[in-house]
């Protein structure tokens, strides 16, 4: 493969870690005034994601980082049409981080319970738009000859990129309840054992709309999967997903979250290969579109890139693995919890 192929797959294969590794964090958030019901339970809801997720954010940082160094042209367009959009996306991940830390700071009931709220709205916000912005990016921009978007913001929110937001909703609050059942035990896990077989159905259903309603009105994004062996992914992504509810019937948490990551990381990558050679689609006219070969930085950019990568990946995802591994077993309150 080319460097400019091998960094595309490489740009999937980070923001497929971060939807899967926030993916939980957020979908907790989700679920954070809803499941648990006291503040003993929503402080053990907080504490199972609270040694890993500004950890997992790290993730969204890298594939920015990926992008403006392998792909500026993109990076440069998508900041051209989606500035404000990117800054909703910083407004509420700020918003989670000082809830988190600003809950425990006073016991009063009226206080937790603000930034409790606080907390649920941003995350649940937050994956409504990164929805939509994904609906929007797999459907196509308005991209001019000058790679350039413009367009009024409203236009973003139309049915298709909706139908996303919503299945992006569902993926993640399914992804959140599985972790949280996963890591608590009594009342709370039961709860959240319940949240969690309501929505992986209702995942599957939005998946399968989805999938059809791309099929019919996004014909691009399946044009590679008119030849048989692609359809290998789509199809694993669709076990992995029908595996979570068997395994939830079996009350195996563990190989439940594991087939929701799997499942989580199959569809984006779909979604990823079904572009290609596309990295940013343009809705006006194709030949405005940037692809893997008209935005890709220099050879000599990559080959660099790659080295650094090489090195440095293999320490990230040992770091991970280890922090994953150090705080694993179900979650108990202690002196420095929040």
């Known amino acids: 493969?080319?460097?400019?192929?091998?960094?595309?797959?490489?740009?999937?294969?980070?923001?497929?870690?971060?939807?899967?590794?926030?993916?939980?964090?957020?979908?907790?958030?989700?679920?954070?005034?809803?499941?648990p019901r006291d503040?003993?339970?929503?402080?053990?809801?907080?504490?199972?994601?609270?040694?890993v997720w500004d950890g997992n954010e790290v993730w969204l940082v890298v594939g920015g980082g990926v992008l403006f160094a392998a792909f500026p042209e993109v990076y440069a367009t998508l900041f051209s049409g989606f500035y404000p959009a990117f800054m909703l996306v910083l407004a509420f991940l700020i918003l989670r981080a000082v809830s988190i830390?600003?809950?425990?700071?006073?016991?009063?009931?009226?206080?937790?319970?603000?930034?409790?709220?606080?907390?649920?709205?941003?995350?649940?916000?937050?994956?409504?738009?990164?929805g939509v912005a994904f609906g929007n990016i797999a459907s196509g921009v308005p991209i001019d000859a000058a790679h350039n978007i413009s367009f009024n913001p409203i236009d973003l929110v139309h049915p298709y990129a909706l139908l996303v937001g919503v299945t992006a909703v569902a993926m993640l609050a399914q992804h959140g309840a599985l972790y949280l059942a996963l890591k608590t035990d009594g009342d709370l896990q039961?709860?959240?054992?319940?949240?969690?077989?309501?929505?992986?159905?209702?995942?599957?259903?939005?998946?399968?709309?989805?999938?059809?309603?791309?099929?019919?009105?996004?014909?691009?994004?399946?044009?590679?999967?008119r030849r048989i062996?692609?359809?290998?992914?789509?199809?694993?992504?669709?076990?992995?997903?029908?595996?979570?509810?068997?395994?939830?019937?079996?009350?195996?948490?563990?190989?439940?979250?594991?087939?929701?990551?799997?499942?989580?990381?199959?569809?984006?990558?779909?979604?990823?290969?079904g572009q290609y050679p596309a990295v940013l689609t343009s809705s006006l006219n194709s030949a405005f579109s940037l692809t893997v070969t008209n935005s890709?930085?220099?050879?000599?950019?990559?080959?660099?890139?790659?080295?650094?990568?090489?090195?440095?990946?293999?320490?990230?995802?040992?770091?991970?693995?280890?922090?994953?591994?150090?705080?694993r077993g179900k979650v108990s309150l202690g002196e420095r919890s929040y």
């Open 101 to 130: 830390e600003f809950r425990g700071k006073r016991p009063s009931p009226a206080w937790r319970t603000f930034w409790d709220w606080v907390f649920g709205l941003a995350s649940l916000l937050l994956a409504l738009l990164l």
């Open 39 to 51: 503040d003993r339970e929503r402080r053990i809801s907080l504490n199972s994601i609270g040694p």
């Open 296 to 327: 890709m930085s220099s050879p000599l950019t990559l080959t660099v890139m790659l080295i650094m990568a090489l090195i440095g990946m293999p320490l990230v995802v040992a770091y991970t693995i280890g922090v994953y591994w150090l705080f």
């Open 229 to 273: 062996w692609p359809l290998v992914v789509p199809l694993a992504a669709l076990l992995a997903i029908a595996n979570i509810a068997r395994e939830m019937r079996r009350q195996n948490e563990l190989l439940a979250f594991a087939s929701s990551c799997a499942g989580i990381g199959l569809l984006l990558a779909s979604v990823g290969f």
């Open 1 to 35: 493969m080319t460097l400019n192929v091998i960094w595309y797959v490489l740009f999937i294969g980070i923001i497929a870690a971060y939807v899967v590794l926030d993916g939980f964090d957020l979908g907790v958030g989700i679920l954070h005034t809803l499941v």
């Open 190 to 225: 039961r709860r959240a054992r319940r949240a969690a077989t309501t929505l992986i159905f209702a995942f599957i259903v939005l998946v399968l709309l989805t999938g059809l309603v791309t099929a019919i009105f996004e014909p691009h994004l399946t044009t590679l999967y």
